[in-house]
């Protein structure tokens, strides 16, 4: 696959998308669809076209520039599709990509990204201690370190970083609950309760998919918090700003139209259905370039 990098003007550009046009979501993976489930219980007029990057997950360990580059053709295509509005549900791709495709695409196609709900965990901790489970490429990011400095710093709160490059394959393998996977989360997760954390924040949206894990392992020594209901709210925000919320009841047979680039629709269809609400309609497809 071939990156598509924004240019500056917009090369032949769409026209307005309407009212009944789709919201798209992009993440590196299936992990995203996390945050698609929150958007479609938060926007029930709303329907969803996903794009996951199967051909390229992980993000985490990838150079600065590749990941800028992946964003890049997936926000496109989206675009391409007619999406009135796009979702950057990946912490990682946001971390660095959001500026200059904000100012690509202008006001008439919002782009809305991630970061990690560090906020709320700052705002609530008792021990003064959290930690922000995230990938390598999040925490070298501006945005995370922006949240650190506007809301721990000033509080006192001492925030533990947590990374390990095994949880986004054990997810998109629909693995969270195998025994390597909670080996691996006891092993990066037991140190930041040694030092007294309260809080997990989860900087990735493959990992509200490891919350039972998680408390399989430490109970309630860690409260979990993660971006999905937040990212709904500024999301419906941003639609009612720029007068493109839906205004009917949404008339689609399929409110989730998942797309990955990995032609792997086949296998990663029984993980999405125990994964999907069943009241949520939804379909899976390879993406034919």
Request: glycine share 6%; aromatic share 8%.
């Amino acid at each position: 696959m071939t990156a598509i990098l924004p240019i500056s003007p917009l090369d032949n550009p769409m026209p307005k998308a309407l009212n009944d046009a789709p919201i798209g979501i992009f993440d590196s993976g299936i992990g995203g669809t996390t945050v698609a489930l929150e958007l479609a219980k938060y926007l029930p007029n709303e329907n969803f076209i996903y794009y996951a990057d199967t051909a390229h997950v992980p993000y985490g360990p990838r150079e600065d520039q590749d990941i800028r580059e992946l964003t890049a053709h997936a926000i496109e295509w989206l675009y391409r599709k007619g999406c009135k509005i796009a979702v950057v549900a990946c912490n990682t791709a946001s971390a660095f990509s959001l500026d200059y495709l904000r100012e690509h695409y202008g006001e008439n196609f919002p782009i809305i990204g991630l970061v990690p709900a560090l906020k709320p965990a700052v705002l609530q901790t008792k021990s003064k201690v959290v930690s922000v489970l995230a990938t390598p490429a999040t925490f070298r990011g501006q945005l995370i370190k922006d949240v650190m400095h506007r809301f721990a710093e000033p509080a006192g709160v001492k925030v533990l970083p947590v990374t390990c490059l095994d949880l986004v394959p054990f997810v998109e393998a629909g693995q969270q609950t195998s025994v390597k996977c909670l080996e691996a989360l006891k092993q990066v997760l037991q140190p930041v309760i040694d030092q007294g954390a309260d809080y997990l924040v989860l900087g990735c949206t493959h990992y509200p998919f490891l919350n039972q894990s998680i408390k399989t392992i430490f109970s309630d020594k860690l409260t979990l918090i993660d971006s999905g209901l937040a990212v709904a709210r500024q999301t419906a925000r941003v639609l009612i700003k720029n007068e493109l919320a839906a205004k009917q009841e949404n008339q689609s047979n399929v409110r989730l139209r998942c797309f990955v680039s990995g032609q792997n629709a086949e296998q990663l269809k029984p993980i999405l259905t125990r994964w999907i609400d069943t009241n949520i309609t939804w379909s899976i497809e390879n993406i034919i370039d």
